[in-house]
């Protein structure tokens, strides 16, 4: 082509779900989060804007620091599963199983504009040309596209029959390579998760020197949180983001949380790139978020019980639906593609997730949206 560089035309662009502006669907496509911010956080905004619009005219603070002390106090609080934490008028606790056990420091905490940001920052930051980053062959369909833009190659682990991580599989390969990991876990699309032991084993016999990324975009809605073990492991580095469970995917905000001097690193890669991915907005409404968390607890315990529903009903019906701990279930039917209960639900003016990669063809990818969501959906899948 002319006039481009080489390296654009070797270039695979990440396709998100639709977002469609010529007709109103119900969007169960992009595991957005159906219920609005709460209140706070946009009077926040409104008065932060009434009180000193000059803001918007000056840069934002490069370091984030008032969001990051925010964030700290929020997982503290909470453990990082809002679905299990106990919210109160005061706050919130963990539930004893999401305890930490230490205490997570501002200096720990990385935040950039969404955790796709964030990742791009951690694959530059921890990931090599010389030698492939491990992954499984179905997770986060963003990781192989950041391969490519970075030029770092790749060793795709296929699952095991079951949908599980083939954990085994993907330590041997970064054993015999010297390699970095990453997952998403709960992992997506499947929704399943490992547990903290199965990350804490993957964690103590990874090869010394690199890194174990844990993208826990989905942790809110169940997942066992790798949190706690920070304070053993100074190899992880867990990937957050405030789309999914904060209801915040159209401002942008995700975060890492890892050891004082990986955080160290990241801010050197954002620093050659951009100073300020957070802008004043984006940072004055993350802020109210954090403090509404016990808001966003209880929307993320209705998803959780909406998600049950569906997958019972769709059981009750002949589907296969894998176990959810996130806020989108994984289905299938026998003798029906993928595609075609894709366009079947979309005739019936709702929009679903199909992905037409090998192995995952038969399946539909379903947002869990709100009760009357889920009830018309029910309505367009009773085939
Ligand atoms: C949605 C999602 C992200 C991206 O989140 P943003 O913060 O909106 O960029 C990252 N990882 C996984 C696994 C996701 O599902």
């Known amino acids: 082509m002319e006039f481009v560089s080489k390296r654009l035309e070797s270039l695979h662009p990440y396709v998100p779900g639709e977002q469609p502006t010529d007709r109103v669907y119900i969007k169960l496509n992009a595991n957005e989060n159906p219920y609005p911010p709460h209140p706070s956080v946009t009077e926040a905004v409104g008065a932060a804007l009434a009180a000193s619009p000059e803001k918007l005219g000056l840069y934002p603070d490069p370091d984030v620091t008032e969001l990051r002390a925010e964030i700290a106090r929020m997982l503290n609080t909470t453990g990082g599963v809002l679905c299990r934490a106990s919210c109160g008028r005061d706050g919130c606790s963990p539930s004893p199983e999401d305890a930490l056990g230490f205490e997570i420091t501002p200096d720990m905490i990385f935040c950039g504009n969404g955790s796709d940001e964030v990742l791009s920052f951690v694959f530059y930051s921890f990931f090599d040309s010389d030698r492939p980053v491990v992954f499984p062959e179905h997770t986060y369909s963003f990781y192989p596209v950041y ?142 978020s954090c403090r509404a968390a016990p808001y966003y607890a209880e929307n993320a315990r209705k998803i959780v019980t909406e998600r049950e529903s569906l997958t019972a009903f769709l059981r009750d019906r002949g589907w296969f639906v894998i176990d959810s701990k996130t806020n989108f279930v994984f289905a299938k039917k026998d003798g029906m593609g993928g595609r075609a209960v894709y366009e079947k639900v979309r005739d019936a003016g709702i929009l679903i997730r199909h992905f037409a990669t090998p192995g995952i063809e038969d399946f539909v990818r379903i947002s869990i949206g709100s009760h009357e969501q889920m009830d018309a959906l029910k309505k367009a899948m009773s085939f």
Not at 148 to 161: A, T, W
Not at 258 to 280: I, R
């Open 147 to 288: 391969c490519g833009y970075y030029d770092i190659p790749m060793e795709r682990v296929p699952l095991n029959s079951d949908w599980t991580l083939d954990t085994g599989t993907m330590l041997s390969k970064a054993k015999a390579s010297g390699s970095g990991i990453i997952f998403a876990n709960p992992n997506a699309p499947t929704g399943l998760a490992l547990s903290r032991a199965e990350v804490a084993r993957i964690l103590e016999s990874a090869p010394e020197g690199k890194v174990v990324v844990v993208d826990e975009a989905y942790c809110d809605f169940g997942g066992e949180s790798c949190l706690p073990l920070l304070k053993e492991h100074k190899n992880l580095v867990i990937v957050r983001t405030f789309s999914k469970s904060l209801s915040f995917a159209g401002m942008r905000l995700g975060y890492i949380v890892a050891n004082p001097e990986l955080v160290q690193a990241v801010f050197c890669v954002k620093n050659s790139f951009n100073h300020f991915p957070v802008d004043f907005l984006a940072k004055t409404a993350a802020i109210a």
